[in-house]
């Protein structure tokens, strides 16, 4: 793996929430250049909470964040937007524009931010929806196909500029296995092709154990990380029955 | 319960009066954010046109102009028809046939024209607007825009904006058309003026200005309409029923702007001697 150990993103004291209730509390942690990096946790303790502030939609309520070593919690309107451009971002519902087809989502960030012509625009795009097993639905508007595929749709926008740094929110939440595993495989592969450092949500244990190199698990009771680590080492040898037991669960599945 | 309380009356009736002073500084706050990121964006798009989304453009004209000009020709021509009704009743108690001529151009040009188009308007493309920026914000669309480092602004509100302020004009011009129209066929049939009498003392009396001042009112109208659709759409909440607030708000804010702009402008207008 990547021993250069030089950090992508760091977080520092984060504190972030909504109106209402914080929702974290001094959060610190790094993610290093090529590394697939899991955020774990329980359902509704703030895990796409916590990845909407790393990507710099909300404003946290104390902290810093630094991507590309460049804070987004201090940046102006347009550094911000420069910022954001250089990394991917999928949504867990896929987010993706109801007015355009598929081709026309994964084309937009090309046709705006490359001097690439037409055809090759076209071709990446067409390229890129094949790499999530797409192919034949191009153009194909977003209502007319299921979630899952809008969702995989979603990913292959977000790669359409081949960023160096990549935001999923539960890829994999609501396919099927085998298309799962696939997306698992997808995601390896991205790394060891274009070095992709790849910041994850999700819950599928398959998964966080096929392709995750280090986890954060999120408490929401003590709105802190109650376990960081190598998923397979915390498996065993965590000193929280909960984090163990949260990952053990694999094992009745896989049984 | 506490509506018997005197004391509780009055509270209730400060805190609401709060409650509702929050909510106006609040779309005022918001109103201001927008109008500046529309100028700010508008500047950009004005020297790099090719950054302004042409085919959305295209698509909201088609919406919100060629879509609604059969029912546009239809109510202005109704109105012209109606107001040379009700006029030519007056008119005839002291012979003045003629002037219904008058009162109907006046009264289109000036007026009706554009604030009927106004409220066609409103009800088809500034609900619209509302509606599909916020079912954006539900589907994380907006968010997906941000996260891309696109601006909001220019790729959602710039292209209605700019095709409402190209369409509302056009559309007043063929509401007028027709409004005269309906006037005329009162004219002719109801009054038994000759019909080139009717139409003589029509171009007589308005001139070109007439329409202008009109025109001027329906651009600021249409401007009124696309920005607070989609104030409304931005400010909705994330959910279905958060679309259909923001969707039936965007209506009667408009309308209620539509009508404050058109009293300061006639004022303005009458204060300017036109
Ligand atoms: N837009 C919002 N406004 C206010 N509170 C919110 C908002 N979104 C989420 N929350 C709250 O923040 C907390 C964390 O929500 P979040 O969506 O981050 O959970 P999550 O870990 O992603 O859950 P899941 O695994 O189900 O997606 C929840 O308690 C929720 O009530
Ligand atoms: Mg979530």
């Given amino acids: ?54 990507i710099g939609l909300y404003e946290p309520f104390r902290g810093e964040i630094k991507i590309f070593g460049e804070s987004i919690v201090r940046a102006d309107e347009d550094e911000k937007r420069e910022l954001m451009r250089q990394f991917g971002v999928t949504y867990q519902g896929g987010a993706l524009f109801g007015s355009l087809t598929l ?54 926008r977000a790669m359409a500029l081949d960023p160096k740094l990549l935001f999923f929110d539960e890829p994999s939440a609501g396919l099927d296995p085998i298309t799962s595993a696939e997306l698992d495989r997808l995601i390896l592969r991205l790394r060891k092709e274009l070095g992709t450092t790849i910041i994850i949500v999700t ?21 802190s990380i109650i376990a960081e680590g190598e998923p397979h080492d915390l498996k065993k040898n965590s000193d929280n029955d909960w984090v163990r037991e949260f990952l053990n669960r694999s094992n009745l599945k896989q049984v | 319960m506490s509506i018997f309380n005197g004391e509780n009356v009055f509270t209730d009736f400060v805190e609401k009066i709060g409650k509702a002073t929050q909510v106006i500084l609040k779309d005022l706050r918001d109103l201001t954010l927008l109008v500046g990121d529309i100028t700010k964006t508008s500047w950009y798009v004005i020297k790099h046109p090719s950054k302004l989304r042409w085919r959305d453009v295209g698509y909201y004209m088609d919406l919100c102009g060629s879509q609604a000009l059969p029912i546009v020709i239809m109510i202005c021509f109704l109105m012209g028809l109606i107001l040379a009704f009700q006029a030519a009743v007056q008119a005839r108690k002291f012979g003045g046939e003629i002037f219904v001529a008058d009162a109907v151009g006046f009264s289109i040009l000036k007026e009706l024209g554009p604030l009927m188009v106004a409220m066609i308007a409103t009800g088809r493309a500034g609900s619209a607007f509302a509606a599909e920026i916020g079912t954006m914000k539900v589907n994380e669309e907006i968010s997906a825009l941000e996260t891309m480092g696109f601006s909001p602004c220019r790729f959602l509100v710039i292209p209605k904006v700019v095709s409402m302020l190209i369409a509302m004009p056009v559309l007043t011009v063929f509401g ?64 279905a029923q958060g679309v259909g607030r923001s969707t039936t708000s965007s209506v009667v804010t408009s309308i209620f702007l539509i009508v404050i702009a058109d009293s300061v402008l006639t004022m303005l207008y009458t204060f300017l001697g036109y």
């Fill in chain 1, 1 to 54: 793996m990547n021993n250069k150990r030089k950090p992508i993103v760091e977080v520092r004291n984060l504190t972030i929430g909504y109106d209402r209730q914080t929702v974290m509390e001094e959060l610190n942690f790094s993610v290093f250049t090529g590394e697939i990096f899991v955020i774990l946790g329980c359902s509704g303790c703030g895990k796409s909470t916590l990845l909407k502030h790393l």
């Fill in chain 2, 176 to 239: 007028d058309v027709s409004g005269l129209f309906g006037g005329f066929v009162v004219g002719v049939t109801m009054l038994d003026l000759p019909g080139m009498a009717y139409y003589t003392r029509t171009i007589a009396v308005l001139y070109p200005s007439t329409m202008a001042l009109g025109l001027i009112k329906s651009v600021v109208f249409g401007l009124l309409i696309a920005i607070v659709g989609c104030l409304r759409g931005f400010q909705s909440e994330s959910d």
């Fill in chain 1, 203 to 223: 819950h599928e244990l398959d998964s966080i154990f096929t392709v995750a190199d280090r986890v954060i698990m999120l408490d929401k009771r003590t709105k």
């Fill in chain 1, 103 to 156: 081709a026309e989502n994964v084309s937009l960030p090309l046709e705006e931010y490359t001097t690439l012509s037409r055809e090759k625009i076209k071709e990446r795009a067409y390229e890129k929806l094949a790499l999530v097993d797409l192919q034949g639905f191009e153009e194909y508007m977003p209502a007319e196909i299921s979630g899952g595929m809008k969702k995989r749709a979603g990913l292959a």
